[in-house]
């Protein structure tokens, strides 16, 4: 058997494609142990069980939640892609996600909810209803001392002023926390004070978080006829209430931020729109002050209007009369013209012209027919002469005589077209002859 004989290199590279090919994506659970974080962002740790152990890689461009706070015993639950690194030819787990082992029910939990919901319409796009532009009252649903309440103040009083808020103080986190929410949702849309609702708390765990995912709160969310936006957690952080809400924030600073306008903008734009309109009216009286001037101007005593028109009376009076004379001439011209027209075009005079024009006609005819008919008499004589001297007849009456040959009937004009014994028929200019070929003789060439 044929040995084959890797490079090291070889070896490590053809066993790492073969990892990475059939555990590109692996779930593992369990203990934190050897956890190392070096000034370059990384993570590094191994994680075991009662009965190995496999070194695991957190590198810093993953970003991934709960890295920074891990400890050697924690229990995981952890995703990643296995590899090979070839440099000490270590077997290792790149992570790509990470969390405390125990969230590991609740996510399935969260997917389940959320497939169901997704299902039932709960997080359909079309439902969502658009913010105001300028909310007269805000509404906040949230812990009265959570660091939420704080920002989103701050942010409202900064960008907002003129708008009412109203607060309404619910658990966040624990048992109580999701019916309280329901609850000051439902109160919110019974009072109908509020243009818009802002739903918020800071981050944490999904466990921390679970009052927003869950059914009572998508149900309310979706019940209410104020716009919600969500503001929960940190942007990393997404709940049920984020997909059912009409608008999701990342933060709760950016929840107060989407339902409001920023009074800054808003006095430019106010500030141009007064200068616009200031441009608009001062542009249109002008116009209408031209307008005025040139309509005075235009404007004269009644009685020069009369002195003018009775002037323009006179004028056309005068023209009417000229032109009446004018008119007159003019016609009595033409009648004149008509009667010297009638006169050399009277009837009679036409009658005779045409008549002594079609006695020279008919003269020319019967002489130009006299002519044409002699000539062509003589030209039918002289084909018939043309004719009869060029008749074959013509030539068999002289002595001469047409051969054919019997097996084609064509006419015989060669000796070379014949061979002994051939018959042929002579044709005379009175009667044919059958005769055999006996010899053949050549005709001597002429020089």
């Known amino acids: 058997m044929e040995r084959v004989i890797y490079r090291v290199s070889e070896f490590t590279d053809q066993v790492r494609r073969m990892v990475e090919s059939e555990f590109s994506s692996i779930w593992l659970t369990g203990e ?3 956890l190392a ?3 370059s962002g990384h993570v590094y740790f191994s994680l075991k069980d009662e009965n190995a152990q496999v070194r695991c890689a ?5 970003r991934i939640r709960h890295a920074q706070t891990l400890k050697n015993g924690d229990a995981v639950l952890l995703c990643g892609a296995a590899s090979i690194y070839a440099p000490r030819g270590d077997f290792q787990l790149i992570v790509d996600y990470i969390e405390p082992a125990g969230e590991g029910e609740l996510r399935r939990r969260f997917e389940l909810l959320k497939e169901r919901l997704q299902a039932n319409g709960f997080f359909d796009p079309a439902n ?3 913010l105001p532009e300028l909310p007269k009252c805000i509404g906040l649903i949230t812990s009265p001392s959570g660091a939420a309440l704080h920002d989103i103040s701050v942010t409202l009083a900064r ?8 607060h309404y103080r619910v658990a966040v986190q624990g048992e109580s926390a999701s019916p309280q929410i329901a609850e000051a949702l439902a109160t919110a849309n019974r009072e109908g004070r509020c243009d818009v609702l802002i739903l918020s708390r800071g981050g944490g765990s999904l466990e921390d978080l679970w009052a927003f995912n869950e059914e009572q709160v998508v149900m309310a969310i979706s019940r209410s006829r104020i716009p919600i936006v969500s503001g929960i957690g940190h942007e990393t952080d997404l709940t049920l209430a984020d997909f059912a809400a009409d608008l999701r924030a990342a933060t709760p600073t950016a929840a107060a931020e989407a339902v409001t306008p920023n009074t800054q903008e808003l006095a430019g734009n106010l500030s141009n729109q007064m200068n616009r309109m200031r441009d608009v009216v001062l542009f249109e009286l002008r116009i209408r002050a031209q307008t005025i001037d040139s309509t005075a101007r235009r404007l004269r005593h009644p009685r020069d209007q009369l002195r003018q028109q009775l002037t323009q009376v006179q004028r056309i009076a005068q023209r009417l009369r000229e032109n009446q004379s004018s008119q007159l001439q003019h016609s009595q011209s033409e009648l004149q013209n008509l009667i010297l027209r009638l006169k050399h075009n009277s009837p009679m005079r036409t009658i005779k012209d045409v008549s002594r024009d079609l006695s020279w006609r008919k003269q020319e005819i019967k002489r130009h027919a006299s002519l044409r008919a002699r000539e062509h008499s003589l030209q039918i004589s002289r084909l018939d002469e043309k004719l009869k001297a060029l008749s074959p007849l013509a030539t068999l009456d002289r002595g001469f005589a047409i051969i ?3 097996q084609d009937g064509d006419i015989v004009r060669s000796s070379e077209q014949l061979s002994p014994g051939q018959t042929v028929t002579a044709r005379f200019a009175r009667g044919e002859a059958v005769a055999r070929v006996e010899r053949l003789k050549e005709k001597p060439d002429r020089h």
């Open 58 to 62: 957190m590198f810093r461009n993953r």
């Open 37 to 39: 974080t070096p000034a």
């Open 32 to 34: 934190i142990s050897n």
């Open 404 to 406: 054919t040959s019997d």
């Open 159 to 166: 960008r907002f002023p003129l708008a009412d808020v109203v």
């Open 128 to 130: 969502r209803k658009p």
